[in-house]
């Protein structure tokens, strides 16, 4: 069936290290994908979008790519930060408004 | 601006009750999705509604049920409680149109006993 799924689990790195989180989808007709970060009792909170017709896009130390041959995209935070911890979700956007999550990565950063 | 707002935050219900949930997008947000949270399936699709209207919906039971408001407020509603029903329950509200970034409230923790 239709599915975003995130190879691993949990990635632990050191703080100042960069992370990469990974995601793979499914459908080929997915154009838009959207990162979110969750804290524990919050809500998740958007961090970067893109559009299929993009491979790349930056934010503040968070960078997204995107790989519609192999339909995968990654995310990648520079200079990982204590409050990057948390668990990490990417979405796909097909129809209206619905997002099509994945099963989330939880990120721990070490001091 | 003020957040998407999901009232209550916590509830307790009990099984085979029904339950109702209130969500305020963010001023001048048309569009409102409803979401599941579990340990087991994570996050799951349950339905948008857009300008009073459901325009899609996810494979849940008919138990689950939504409306909006004329001011784009969202109930949603979810009747004969079951223990699996547990979970957390997030609302986000996007701009009109699609493909649009979703605002996520902090959701409501639902517990069935």
């Known amino acids: 069936g239709e599915s975003v799924g995130l190879h691993l689990p949990t990635l632990s790195v050191q703080e100042g290290d960069n992370s990469i989180i990974n995601c793979a989808y499914s459908?080929?007709?997915?154009?838009?994908f959207i990162w979110y970060k969750q804290e524990s009792g919050k809500g998740p909170q958007f961090i970067i979008d893109?559009?299929?017709?993009?491979d790349k896009r930056q934010g503040q130390r968070v960078t997204v790519l995107l790989n519609k041959t192999v339909k995968h995209l990654s995310l990648q935070i520079a200079a990982t930060q204590p409050g990057d911890s948390a668990v990490y979700f990417c979405a796909d956007s097909r129809y209206g408004n619905k997002l099509v999550f994945g099963a989330g990565t939880i990120l721990r950063v070490k001091s | 601006k003020a957040g998407v707002t999901q009232t209550p935050r916590y509830l307790i219900k009990t099984r085979g009750q029904q339950v109702t949930l209130s969500c305020s997008p963010i001023?001048?947000?048309?569009?409102v999705s409803w979401y599941q949270q579990t340990p087991g399936q994570g996050l799951q699709f349950l339905f948008e509604?857009?300008?009073?209207?459901?325009?899609n919906k996810g494979n849940f039971p008919g138990r689950f049920s939504g409306r909006q408001f004329s001011n784009s407020r969202s109930e949603m509603n979810v009747s004969t409680l079951e223990l699996g029903d547990s979970a957390l329950y997030l609302c986000a509200s996007s701009l009109v149109g699609q493909n649009t970034e979703a605002f996520f409230g902090q959701g409501t923790r639902l517990t069935v006993v």
């Open positions: 893109i559009r299929s017709n993009m």
């Open positions: 459908n080929s007709a997915s154009d838009y």
């Open positions: 001023s001048g947000h048309r569009s």
């Open positions: 509604y857009f300008s009073e209207t459901q325009r």
